[in-house]
């Protein structure tokens, strides 16, 4: 948020209280004119869609100011649910988006030929834009369809076109069809990503499957809702017939709650069930239902840059930081 709409956000008495100074930096009254960071935070602070600016701009300049630790090797994720609408696609592009705000280099490769990262994250993904399909098909190099966020400069995407949903049926004829996007990834050493999210469709096919063996870490969304652990086992199942016969090392690693709403005693019953399933793997910090969430995506933005100051941006931020200072379990071990 920007000092104009802060000011904007604070009422008549910040500008009032700007205009006592001149372009010298001397206040009209003769005393010493302040920061424009003092009088912001006294001022904002008395409305509240003043108090709201004020949080949202500390938890960027907070964000911004904390260095997470750095991985000892680039860690890539999966993220998958077979059952649709959990949030799959909203915890990628906001763990992504929240661990670049916090100083890491930051890829997500959008294997969904709806394209919803690809939109979220404010990346151009039209017919013909190059993308993950043309990549997996061996038209393009990786690093040709890498686009950088227009909201962070250390987050990058590989974006999904409609051209991607044809890909399953062309894959099935080709060499090597389960290890393209391994091979195409191993080709991306010089941008130094620092982590790499793959967001793949709800099922099991071979856009699945690629992002299954090109990953060594599953990351799992289950809602706190009715059902949640619905598909969840089928999905346990693949994963390990794709680590018995394709990647050895494919562990499910973190598991986040979302939609999480306090008010219900489901969702906690549900949160409760998970974490017995899954022990310590299960983040500590939940993502709670926001009508905010939701909504970012529609205009081309995650969560922590549409309204940085509400409780989803701070969650995907604590949950973030939980990812990076667990660290990659392979090198823990």
Same mark, same amino acid.
């Given at each position: 948020?920007?000092?104009?709409?802060?000011?904007?956000?604070?009422?008549?008495?910040?500008?009032?209280?700007?205009?006592?100074?001149?372009?010298? +930096?001397?206040?009209?009254?003769?005393?010493?004119?302040?920061?424009?960071?003092?009088?912001?935070?006294?001022?904002?602070?008395?409305?509240?869609?003043?108090?709201?600016?004020?949080?949202?701009?500390?938890?960027?300049?907070?964000?911004?100011?904390?260095?997470?630790?750095?991985?000892?090797?680039?860690?890539?994720?999966?993220?998958?649910?077979?059952?649709?609408?959990?949030?799959?696609?909203?915890?990628?592009?906001?763990?992504?988006?929240?661990?670049?705000?916090?100083?890491?280099?930051?890829?997500?490769?959008?294997?969904?030929?709806?394209?919803?990262?690809?939109?979220?994250?404010?990346?151009?993904?039209?017919?013909?834009?190059?993308?993950?399909?043309?990549?997996?098909?061996?038209?393009?190099?990786?690093?040709?369809?890498?686009?950088?966020?227009?909201?962070?400069?250390?987050?990058?995407?590989?974006?999904?076109?409609?051209?991607?949903?044809?890909?399953?049926?062309?894959?099935?004829?080709?060499?090597?069809?389960?290890?393209?996007?391994?091979?195409?990834?191993?080709?991306?050493?010089?941008?130094?990503?620092?982590?790499?999210?793959?967001?793949?469709?709800?099922?099991?096919?071979?856009?699945?499957?690629?992002?299954?063996?090109?990953?060594?870490?599953?990351?799992?969304?289950?809602?706190?809702?009715?059902?949640?652990?619905?598909?969840?086992?089928?999905?346990?199942?693949?994963?390990?017939?794709?680590?018995?016969?394709?990647?050895?090392?494919?562990?499910?690693?973190?598991?986040?709650?979302?939609?999480?709403?306090?008010?219900?005693?489901?969702?906690?019953?549900?949160?409760?069930?998970?974490?017995?399933?899954? +022990?310590?793997?299960?983040?500590?910090?939940?993502?709670?239902?926001?009508?905010?969430?939701?909504?970012?995506?529609?205009?081309?933005?995650?969560?922590?840059?549409?309204?940085?100051?509400?409780?989803?941006?701070?969650?995907?931020?604590?949950?973030?930081?939980?990812?990076?200072?667990?660290?990659?379990?392979?090198?823990?071990?």
């Amino acid at each position: 948020m920007s000092d104009a709409e802060i000011s904007e956000a604070a009422g008549p008495a910040a500008t009032s209280g700007k205009a006592a100074s001149d372009a010298s +930096g001397e206040r009209s009254d003769g005393k010493a004119d302040v920061s424009r960071e003092t009088w912001t935070t006294s001022v904002t602070m008395d409305t509240p869609i003043g108090a709201e600016a004020e949080r949202a701009v500390q938890i960027i300049h907070g964000a911004k100011g904390q260095q997470l630790p750095r991985p000892q090797h680039q860690r890539v994720f999966t993220i998958a649910n077979q059952k649709g609408g959990v949030g799959k696609t909203t915890t990628a592009v906001n763990m992504a988006a929240a661990l670049a705000l916090q100083g890491l280099n930051v890829l997500v490769i959008d294997l969904d030929p709806q394209g919803n990262a690809s939109t979220a994250l404010g990346i151009e993904h039209r017919p013909g834009t190059a993308s993950s399909y043309e990549v997996l098909i061996g038209e393009i190099t990786l690093e040709s369809a890498l686009q950088r966020s227009p909201h962070n400069e250390r987050l990058y995407c590989v974006p999904a076109t409609i051209d991607l949903a044809g890909a399953e049926i062309e894959l099935v004829s080709m060499v090597a069809r389960e290890t393209r996007l391994r091979n195409a990834l191993a080709t991306l050493k010089d941008h130094n990503f620092d982590y790499v999210f793959i967001d793949c469709p709800p099922s099991l096919g071979l856009l699945t499957i690629n992002a299954l063996v090109a990953a060594p870490e599953v990351l799992i969304p289950i809602q706190c809702e009715y059902y949640a652990l619905e598909g969840v086992g089928q999905l346990l199942r693949n994963i390990e017939m794709v680590k018995a016969h394709l990647n050895p090392q494919l562990d499910v690693t973190t598991v986040v709650l979302t939609m999480y709403d306090g008010r219900t005693k489901l969702a906690d019953q549900v949160a409760m069930d998970v974490r017995d399933h899954f +022990g310590d793997k299960v983040l500590r910090t939940v993502i709670p239902r926001s009508v905010k969430v939701s909504e970012a995506p529609g205009y081309g933005m995650t969560i922590l840059d549409y309204d940085p100051g509400s409780r989803g941006a701070m969650s995907y931020l604590d949950a973030s930081r939980e990812l990076a200072q667990r660290g990659d379990p392979g090198v823990r071990k």
